[in-house]
């Protein structure tokens, strides 16, 4: 596995959740990345993209101002911090490395894939 995602679990509405993704060498440090997640019996769609030296970040407009993502290349390890969560944040997360230095919305330009990891808010 060389993309390990870790961190899910049951909150409750409001509270908050850091999300890893740890790669298992560095080969990915020159690589933007991703978050993505996946609602039951939906497609995934895109949360959050960071280049490959952190100076770039964009959101999904549904998550923007509540998550924060971020990465420490000398960890081989990105985060995602979740804020104010809702039920409509239900959902496996997936964390991804793009194929170039800059990530994007488009879950084809991440050829590498983490196993997901679950988070439910209940209400």
């Known amino acids: 596995v060389q993309l390990q995602a870790s961190g899910g679990g049951l909150v409750q509405t409001g509270d908050s959740l850091r999300l890893s993704c740890t790669a298992s060498t560095r080969r990915f440090s020159n690589n933007g990345m991703g978050w993505f997640r996946q609602a039951p019996g939906k497609e995934r769609v895109f949360v959050a993209a960071?280049?490959?030296?952190?100076?770039?970040?964009f959101y999904a407009d549904s998550v923007q101002d509540r998550f924060t993502i971020s990465r420490d290349n000398a960890r081989n390890t990105m985060y995602l911090q979740m804020s104010g969560l809702t039920p409509e944040d239900t959902a496996v997360y997936y964390c991804?490395?793009?194929?170039?230095?800059?990530?994007?919305?488009?879950?084809?330009?991440?050829?590498?894939w983490g196993q997901g990891t679950l988070v439910t808010v209940s209400s």
């Open positions: 991804a490395a793009a194929r170039k230095a800059y990530g994007s919305r488009s879950t084809s330009d991440y050829p590498h």
């Open positions: 960071i280049s490959w030296n952190g100076g770039s970040t």
